[in-house]
């Protein structure tokens, strides 16, 4: 059964770049059909799809995030990771990777939280 | 793009139903029979619920059910049990080849 863990820094400091990995076990990364998001929660907020990145290593992104986001995909490592530049307080949340087989997201990693503070 | 609209809150008692609904345009909802459905609890990760409009991933309960009509979906929980009280949140694919979702639901069970 595929499990997704996310792991980076929990404090940031603004204007600086906010970097988090998701180690995937229990598959391969590079199975064919997978596709593999980011998803963030602000506090008390609802979810925002950050996006994602195909076995290929096809990417897709928010496009209001678009000009400050990189998903790439580490396949020796059997992970994949997000940088998200010039961080503001406005980019605090729980950051969340999942992975899909199909139009969905499933499963989910339990999530990380990220504060923007100096 | 604009995130898909859910009511802020709904409610019921036990074993009653209730429908969430999720309103987006022809771009998403209504392009694509790629709507999930998802279950938060407090504190923890988002739980795949419906997949493709009304599909059940296996172990979720047969009292959960999704549908889909023109630019709205829904989400339909019949037979309202304590543990069902939690934020909902719907999804779709869009045609610029990406995902939105809606703003959330807080379910309370009376």
């Known amino acids: 059964q595929l499990q997704l863990q996310e792991s980076g820094s929990g404090l940031v400091k603004p204007s600086q770049t906010l970097s988090l990995t998701c180690a995937v076990s229990?598959?391969?990364?590079?199975?064919?059909?997978?596709?593999w998001s980011w998803i963030r929660q602000p506090p008390g907020k609802g979810l925002e799809w950050i996006g994602y990145i195909y076995h290929s290593g096809s990417t897709y992104y928010n496009p209001s995030l678009k000009s400050r986001v990189t998903i790439s995909v580490d396949r020796s490592k059997n992970q994949f990771s997000l940088k998200l530049s010039s961080v503001t307080a406005a980019d605090t949340a729980v950051y969340y990777c999942?992975?899909?087989?199909?139009?969905?997201?499933?499963?989910w990693g339990q999530g990380t939280l990220v504060t923007v503070s100096s | 793009q604009s995130a898909l609209t859910q009511p802020a809150s709904v409610s019921g008692s036990p074993g009653q139903s209730i429908t969430i609904s999720c309103t987006g345009t022809?771009?998403?909802?209504?392009?694509?029979?790629?709507v999930s459905w998802y279950q938060q609890h407090p504190g923890k990760a988002p739980k795949l619920m419906i997949y493709?409009?009304?599909n059940r991933p296996s172990g979720v309960p047969d009292r959960f059910s999704g549908s889909k009509s023109g630019n709205t979906a829904s989400l339909t929980i019949s037979g309202l049990q304590a543990e069902d009280e939690a934020d909902y949140y719907c999804s779709s694919y869009t045609s610029s080849s990406t995902w939105v979702f809606g703003g959330g639901t807080k379910l309370t069970v009376l």
């Open positions: 229990g598959g391969s990364i590079s199975s064919g059909g997978y596709s």
């Open positions: 022809s771009s998403d909802v209504g392009g694509y029979n790629y």
């Open positions: 999942a992975g899909a087989t199909g139009p969905w997201f499933d499963p």
């Open positions: 493709e409009v009304s």
